[in-house]
């Protein structure tokens, strides 16, 4: 059983998410529902592009999935609770 005292422990380990224009708008999008083909069509750019780039902040953040990414990504301060990107048409 964890502690809010390890759990405090362990979020204050996780590194800073120092994220590039492009990995803010594509994690915004992400947290927001889009999945990768949604992601790269709304940015103009490949699935492939998306997926380095999502790739590259799962390894900074040392995250298992998309959704401790983005959870970690809320802890940190990198995204704003209360902010909701809008979703895709169809979503």
Do not use: K
């Amino acid at each position: 059983m964890t502690t809010g005292a390890d759990r405090a422990a362990v979020a204050g380990s996780w590194p800073c998410l120092h994220l590039t224009p492009r990995e803010t708008a594509i994690l915004c999008l992400i947290a927001g529902g889009y999945t990768t083909a949604h992601a790269a069509q709304q940015l103009h750019i490949s699935r492939h592009t998306v997926a380095q780039h999502v790739g590259d902040m799962l390894r900074r953040a040392h995250a298992r999935n998309r959704c401790e990414l983005i959870a970690r990504a809320y802890t940190t301060g990198t995204l704003a609770v209360d902010f909701w990107p809008p979703r895709p048409p169809g979503i």
